[in-house]
């Protein structure tokens, strides 16, 4: 790794911005990369709540993405993001720490709760793409008010 990489701790600034993130959903995320985050998700979810004895944050219906479950998808998101772009660019590897990405991620993750899911508390896990169209909305949002 080149020394820059090493000092550099990977956030959502640092490495990329929203915008660009809702990009890489819309443009290259497809359905069966979606599906298979999303199963990620739920099983993870199982493992957490198992752990800790509470219910799972994903639905039985696996066909629904809970609004308490946009942080953690966010978060896998960009690590997938982070390792296309270490592949389409040849980048060294960033090392990332996804407690430290997940507190980067959290204010575009609180304006889509505020924003997003006033009236429904999920979305339909063939809606993954509106994640993108979201991101880019919160960049601009948050680039006009600079």
């Known amino acids: 790794q080149s020394p820059a990489v090493q000092n550099k701790e990977c956030t959502i600034e640092s490495c ?27 099983t993870s979810s199982r493992k957490h709540s198992a752990s800790r004895s509470q219910t799972p944050i994903m639905s039985n219906d696996i066909q629904t993405i809970e609004a308490k479950q946009i942080i953690y998808l ?24 996804n407690k430290k990405l997940k507190q980067t991620l959290m204010p ?5 709760m505020k924003t997003k ?23 601009l949002i948050k680039t006009n008010s600079a």
């Open 16 to 42: 990329l911005g929203e915008e660009e993130l809702g990009r890489f959903i819309i443009d290259k995320l497809d359905e069966v990369t979606a599906e298979k985050l999303i199963l990620r998700l739920n």
């Open 108 to 112: 575009v993750n609180t304006w889509i």
């Open 74 to 97: 966010l978060v896998f998101i960009t690590v997938l993001y982070l390792k296309y772009k270490q592949k389409t660019e040849e980048c060294d590897a960033v090392k990332v720490d």
């Open 117 to 139: 899911f006033q009236q429904t508390p999920s979305m339909k896990k063939s809606e993954y793409k509106l994640l993108g169209a979201w991101l880019i909305e919160y960049s």
